[in-house]
């Protein structure tokens, strides 16, 4: 097997995934790139997929909950039955967070999607330690909540990748680790950084924050008809980085794609969920973009450089997840003349039948975007006089039974009037609740563990 540890090599890490749902089609061209790029350059190439959200955890581990063999990514096997076989052909490494809430669930069926396809089985490593439900702090924390705990991860970072990366994994599956240690892990191993390499680390880091949203960065979130107009969006293409040996990346995508790469869609991705630009805390470095420079080198080819490092934190963040209650859901729609007054008159209908319940309205197409769960701004919005008005109902509460109240409600609607009420829609769910705190790093023991597919020996 190729030993991925050659620092005077080039490094390439695409994307084929920036978060759970995306796109199944979306890794093929970028894995093409990757291999045209060994042919031509040589060096080593990545693939990662980030499939996980804090709503998509705490998800995770409830059906891992109901099926032990549950708690992994939905779509593994449609991300990867398109490219697996060319990626282990060509030695390109995988690396994803698609392991959720059950790791090793995951890299079974990674085996089995193999076997599937007829390929020698992977090496395979999973990255463990961010489920800390049994921590001692967890634990008093969770005696103070008001229902029972879900889950209770914290956000891992890249050195558990680079090591299993180090010792022959061709796929790293890990649960909840930081966004940008996909990439950083895969670079750290490749250049052999030192551990306080700051300002490598944190070079490393801003190309897996450019990287982790998938095509974010090329153009997705960035196009606005009009204002911000961008070529074949419907076959937007996925972004590629090539990081070089003190951090500085080079952002590109796929030739043939849609989409565009340039030094607009660069900054506003760097500057996504950015809280402070001199101090961008992951568990690895902080990251400070202050003097960091976005320059063009040619058609959808953009350098990033200048970010500078600081010292890891002492602590990581760690998400608490715990049940609370039960979100009923209900809409119906009104059209045509005074539909907006029909909306709202059924609005009234079932609050007045349910006043024991805390009632959300929404009437989308003249308001529903605000955070005005209490009613009072939209009781002060005068009639619009709307006339394409979908009216959303929804309500939480700690009783099922007393949720589904609601759904009935709108449902009966459709005849109980007003009139010209139709397309009821309903859903009920489990509801969540989050804390977040923060323990100390060295409370917090990660590691790497290589698999055999079930039945074999290690």
């Known amino acids: 097997m190729r030993d991925f540890h050659h620092p005077t090599q080039v490094l390439r890490i695409g994307c084929g995934a920036g ?17 045209e790029g060994l042919q031509s350059q040589g060096g080593a190439a990545v693939l990662i997929f980030e499939t996980l959200a804090e709503r998509t955890l705490a998800l995770a581990q409830l059906a891992r909950r109901a099926d032990p063999q549950a708690g992994y990514e939905p779509l593994l096997r449609d991300l990867l039955r398109p490219v697996l076989a060319t990626c282990l052909t060509y030695g390109i490494r995988i690396v994803s967070n698609f392991g959720a809430a059950n790791p090793r669930a995951a890299a079974q069926v990674i085996f089995e999607l193999a076997l599937e396809l007829n390929l020698t089985p992977p090496r395979i490593a999973v990255v463990l330690g961010d489920d800390v439900r049994e921590h001692a ?29 180090n010792h022959g994994a061709q796929i790293v599956v890990c649960g909840r680790v930081a966004d940008p240690a996909l990439t950083l892990g895969p670079a750290w191993a490749h250049f052999g950084w030192a551990d306080d390499d700051w300002h490598a680390l944190a070079g490393a880091t801003m190309a897996g924050h450019l990287l982790e949203c998938g095509a974010q960065v090329t153009g997705g979130y960035y196009a606005d008809p009009g204002f911000k107009d961008l070529p074949d969006l419907a076959h937007v293409g996925f972004p590629i980085a090539q990081i070089e040996a003190d951090g500085v990346c080079t952002l590109s995508k796929p030739g043939g794609t ?7 869609t660069v900054k506003e991705q760097l500057l996504y969920e950015i809280d402070n630009p001199a ?12 003097r960091a420079k976005v320059v063009t080198l040619g058609p959808d080819r953009v350098q990033l450089s200048g970010v500078q490092g600081h010292p890891r934190p002492a602590q990581l963040k760690v998400n608490l997840c715990h049940e609370n209650g039960w979100l009923a859901e209900a809409e119906i729609s009104y059209a045509g003349a005074r539909a907006e007054a029909r909306a709202r008159l059924a609005a009234s209908v079932v609050r007045e039948r349910l006043p024991e319940l805390a009632l959300r309205v929404d009437l989308i197409g003249v308001r529903s975007l605000w955070a ?6 939209l009781a002060a919005l005068p009639d619009q006089g709307g006339t394409d008005v979908r009216l959303r109902m929804a309500t939480v509460h700690a009783d099922k039974a007393v949720a589904e109240q609601l759904l009935r409600e709108v449902t009966a609607l459709y005849t109980c009037g007003p009139a010209g009420g139709g397309g009821v829609r309903t859903a009920l769910r489990p509801r969540l609740g989050l804390v977040s705190f923060l323990l100390p790093r060295d409370s917090i023991p990660s590691r790497f563990e290589m698999l055999s597919p079930r039945g074999a020996t290690a």
């Open 137 to 165: 702090d967890v634990q008093a924390l969770a005696h103070s909540l008001p229902s029972p705990l879900v889950s209770a991860n914290a956000y891992l970072g890249a050195q558990g990748i680079a090591e299993a990366l």
């Open 19 to 35: 978060f759970s749902g995306d796109r199944t089609d979306a890794a093929g061209p970028v894995v093409q790139d990757l291999v």
């Open 372 to 377: 005005d769960d209490a009613g009072a701004a």
């Open 258 to 264: 849609g989409g565009r790469i340039d030094a607009h």
């Open 279 to 290: 101090a961008y805390i992951t568990p690895d470095v902080v990251a400070d973009i202050t």
